[in-house]
Nanobody, 115 residues
Framework: QVQLVESGGGLVQPGGSLRLSCQAS????????MAWYRQAPGKLRELVAG???????NYADSVKGRFTISRDNVKKMVYLQMNSLKPEDTAVYYC?????????WGQGTQVTVSS
């Protein structure tokens, strides 16, 4: 079983940057596909970025070129570097891990982009 704890959210002005971190605990982390999702008020949860065990990445069209997902298997960490933030990026961001049909979620961290 994996436990996921996010950090790094906060209030930032449009055009600013934030880096979200996700600390995982448990075994076999390096085999997990990891991802970041977000959910804005009144909207469905959506995939922001994913990274496979081998390091292949995919991104939602809305964040391509602005966000970067990365992982450190030694530290059991996943990161989401967010640049050029827009008000529409405001949401609760969730860390997600999946392996062999099992899915785990963190508690979420709030990101607010506002002047």
């Amino acid at each position: 079983q994996v436990q996921l704890v996010e950090s790094g959210g906060g209030l930032v002005q449009p055009g600013g940057s934030l880096r979200l971190s996700c600390q995982a605990s448990g075994s076999s982390f390096s085999y997990y596909r990891m991802a970041w999702y977000r959910q804005a008020p009144g909207k469905l949860r959506e995939l922001v970025a994913g990274i496979t065990a081998s390091g292949s990445q995919n991104y939602a069209d809305s964040v391509k070129g602005r966000f970067t997902i990365s992982r450190d298997n030694v530290k059991k960490m996943v990161y989401l570097q967010m640049n050029s933030l827009k008000p529409e990026d405001t949401a609760v961001y969730y860390c997600n891990g999946g392996l062999a049909g099992l899915t785990y979620w963190g508690q979420g961290t709030q990101v607010t982009v506002s002047s």
